[in-house]
């Protein structure tokens, strides 16, 4: 090679291989210090493209969990008010049994009949009460509703509460014997029309009425059932929202995460060449004034 020195090619792949070396060691320092071996388009463009595709899809999976738990949030509230429902009303089944059996006077039935009436009244005023986020869940105002409990807007990312999930639970309704007032509700007389009779029953009327009690609570057993069912469903889909999102979790992971033992690798390589590089620089920016030697 020519002794030059207008041009010194030494120096020139010098500076390359330092540009070179100090820009692995920015990257090496870059990954260690965010974690991600991707962190520009530059670095991995379909890797960047899908990773930002993961992203959003776990973000729509964590809403989507909120949704499904919000659902069962809102299953256990009406579950646990026809709990109360069917507490009310085997109470009413027994002081019922109690006034047929035949011992009472007016005053003691009269009595019952100012307990059963209570009961009664409390029954309505759980339904008219029984509210979610807004959502009267037992007055009958309720239509179906749909829980977004996935990525898309297909029927398969959602799951249907039917609005046979929301009846009326007034007494009326789950007795069927009375007239409602204008308004759709229990009235006063109806209470005291079904008060009446369930204190005032012997022999026959007595079993009638007791028959009578007992389909309504099956009535709220078979409710409550069905709640369990659609109860079930909710939670299938949260456990399915999360094993979604932990295998896109882990799926981004490896294609993101930096593995930090072989960047530490690639810091302490790149810290050497550029060491070297530097060094060696030097040295040739120093080779143009050998020729100072031949004159």
Known sequence: MALTINTNISSMVAQQNLAKATGALNKAIERMTTGYKINHAGDNA??????????????????????????ADMMTTLEDHYALVSSHLQRVRD?????????????????????????LEEI????????????????????????????YSSTDSQIE???DLFKKGDVGTLFKTYSAGD??????????????????????????MLNKIDNVINEISNRTTTLGAAQNRIDSAIESIAVQSENITSSLSTLRDADVAKESSNYIQAQILQ????TLLATANQTPSIALNLL
Request: charged fraction near 20%; charge should be negative; hydrophobic fraction near 40%.
């Open 46 to 71: 379909a890797g960047y493209s899908i990773a930002r595709n993961w992203e959003t899809q776990l973000g729509s999976l964590d809403v989507a969990a909120d949704n499904a738990a919000t659902g």
């Open 95 to 119: 002081l019922t049994e109690q006034a047929a059996n035949g011992t009472y006077g007016s005053a003691s039935l009269a009595a019952i009949k100012s307990e059963v009436t209570a009961r």
């Open 124 to 151: 309505d005023r759980i339904s008219k009460n029984c509210e979610f986020n807004g959502l009267h869940l037992m007055d009958g105002s309720m239509s179906a509703i749909k829980l977004q409990v996935g990525l």
């Open 161 to 163: 509460l039917k609005a």
């Open 183 to 208: 308004n759709g509700t229990t009235t006063d007389a109806d209470l005291d029309t079904i008060a009446k009779v369930a204190t005032k029953c012997t022999g026959a009327d007595a079993a009638s």
């Open 275 to 278: 060491q070297a590089a530097a």
